[in-house]
């Protein structure tokens, strides 16, 4: 199961970083192409679209290194049993935002589904916005992954880091 999770995480990271250099490569298409005086007014959406999904597809893969944004003052302090219940508790309640971040994010592709780009009218929009639920969805499962983790810690059994290496 580590391994699906950490294939999972690894493929989310590249389609991010994917996302991010098309993000780049258009910008630079852009401001080359005002430099010489041609209009490419596509450059625009693909800029944002593809920063949007960078930054989806990122944050969901920086919940199962524990990069998200966090206040870490009283997690840092403690250690042992309080520390992995603290973790644990920080995993369910971002458990139910992602829960709900699924549900919505299924709603709105729904609803957005058949709509256009502005500028590339045979273009959908709703496959930009089914990275919201997929975000969310590989969110649930690396942080279940991580209560499953936080739990193993706590009751003394040896887990596996990020790296292969045993704690």
Known sequence: MKKVILALQRAEELLGAVCLCVFLGSVLLQMFSRYLGISIIWTGDVCTYAFILSVFLGAGSMVYNR??????????????????????????????????????????????????????????????????PVSAGLSILFLIALIVEDIQEMNGKKVEDKKGETK
């Open 67 to 132: 990069q998200h944004f966090a206040f870490t003052a009283i997690v840092d302090k403690l250690q042992g049993t309080k520390k992995s219940i603290i973790k644990i508790f920080i995993s369910v309640v971002m458990l139910f935002f992602n829960g709900a971040m699924f549900y919505y994010g299924i709603l709105i592709t729904e609803k957005y589904w058949s709509y256009t780009w502005t500028t590339i009218p045979s273009f959908k929009k709703g496959p930009l916005f089914l990275v919201i």
